[in-house]
């Protein structure tokens, strides 16, 4: 279990946007609605975490250390989950090692540990992959449950981080690993695309009758103009991309008269898309350096929470993210061998998984600065693929060494 500073709220000094959830989960306990911390209906953050926070608030109460106590007891489970998908589509050994390295990556134990959406999305992402799963081993009067619950999980994941891609990327997935012509797989995919859809779209729908706002959230506009725009003016001008994302912020209060919410995204929208417009190639690259930086950083910032920094712990990390993302590529490359492996390994689901993750962290692109936070779907199939790329490479070796000595006998 993760260290935690003396004071608590330093956790929003580190993480400044954990307020906006925590606040809305407090006003759902307080009042019963979804209210920001000016008392007005929520729009820019969807409902999924503050609810769950508001739930664990219920058992441990609302001080923020025993909250965050709670919440990495639960999330942790995200590794077992893990561990139960590995179990199924990879050996014994190989599952049980990607079980360890995810438990011991410094990047997911702070995800679980900080009062931001992200560990909660990287716990239902692995659950969503067991559901799927399940659902293709079972028989098929099962199946459609399988589909019901896949679909409510994939909705509930939205709901959480608002990466509405994934009501498509799920029932796409479930087509690719079931193959389009089993029986009954048209059936499962509507009924896994009509749950998936309907949480996000109810919320939706409150969002236009509680707010006049017909989006699911007002956060893409917002990292839009503040984040992607920003980067593409600073390249443009050689300024400073942080300087300019302040700039952007500050610059929303200079817009004239009081805007509603649905006013005020249209605005970021408008403004963005003539930055856009003006230098697309130039967007393009700031959008893929972003989320290439979001994928390769080592992001030494997860160890200041637990006061673990140290003289070289950028450099440390680099070499340990470095190498899991090595052994995955390793691991990616590897085929079922029958002397070395005690079971086979299904690289079917192990890429349908790893696209669904790249997917979901290039979209992170539209922002930067954000270190591993927003690679936290990595953290779901990086440690399987790196326990395979690390066992072979280990039976490889000793596979080798054995034969050497033998020879060596032999002669």
């Known amino acids: 279990m993760m260290a935690y500073p003396a004071d608590p709220t330093e956790l929003f000094t580190l993480h400044s946007d954990g307020p906006t959830y925590v606040q809305p989960a ?16 929520m729009i820019d953050r969807t409902p999924g975490y503050p ?16 909250l965050m106590i709670a919440q990495v007891v639960i999330l ?6 893990l561990y139960w998908f590995g179990r199924r589509v990879l050996p014994p ?28 999305f990287l716990f239902l992402l ?34 959480v981080r608002p990466l509405w891609p994934l009501v498509i990327l799920i029932p796409g997935a479930f087509l690719f690993c079931h193959g389009p012509h089993r029986k009954g797989v048209w059936l499962l995919l509507t009924v896994t695309l009509i749950f998936a859809a309907l949480p996000v779209e109810l919320w939706r729908e409150r969002n ?17 103009w503040r984040y992607l725009a920003a980067r593409v003016r600073a390249e443009v001008n050689g300024q400073n991309r942080h300087a300019v994302s302040v700039s952007a ?25 003539i930055v856009f417009r003006e230098h697309p190639f130039l967007t393009v690259y700031s959008f893929a350096r972003s989320a290439t930086e979001h994928m390769i950083h080592p992001s030494p910032d997860v160890l200041k929470l637990a006061k673990l920094s140290f003289y070289g712990d950028f450099a440390t990390l680099a070499l340990l993210w470095g190498g899991l993302l090595m052994f995955a590529y390793v691991g990616w490359r590897t085929t079922s061998h029958p002397e070395w492996d005690d079971g086979e390994i299904n690289r079917r689901w192990l890429s349908t998984l790893l696209v669904v993750c790249l997917v979901l962290t290039f979209l992170s692109g539209i922002s ?11 953290e779901a199939i990086v440690p399987l693929l790196a326990a395979v790329g690390l066992v072979r490479t280990i039976r490889a070796f000793s596979y080798s060494f054995g034969s050497r000595a033998s020879q060596v006998c032999v002669d």
């Open 26 to 41: 407090i006003n759902l306990l307080d009042q019963g609605i979804f209210l920001d911390s000016h008392n007005q209906p």
């Open 51 to 66: 609810a769950f926070l508001a739930g664990v608030m219920l058992f441990v109460g609302r001080d923020l250390r025993p």
């Open 76 to 81: 942790s489970f995200g590794v077992v989950i």
């Open 93 to 120: 050994v190989m599952a049980f090692t990607g079980g360890l390295i995810a438990a011991f990556s410094p990047w997911g134990a702070v995800l679980a540990g900080i009062p931001v959406s992200d560990g909660l």
């Open 126 to 159: 692995s659950l969503i992959f067991l559901v799927m799963k399940l659902t293709e081993e079972a028989h098929s009067s099962s199946m459609l449950l399988g589909g019901v619950f896949t679909g409510l999980l994939t909705g509930a994941a939205v709901l």
């Open 208 to 224: 236009q009758r509680e707010a006049q706002f017909s989006q699911l959230s007002d956060i893409p506009g917002k990292t839009a």
């Open 249 to 273: 912020y500050e610059d929303e209060r200079n817009w004239g008269l009081p805007l509603s919410s649905q006013e005020a995204d249209n605005e970021r929208w408008r403004r963005a898309t």
């Open 368 to 378: 930067f600065a954000a270190g591993s936070r927003l690679r936290a779907p990595m």
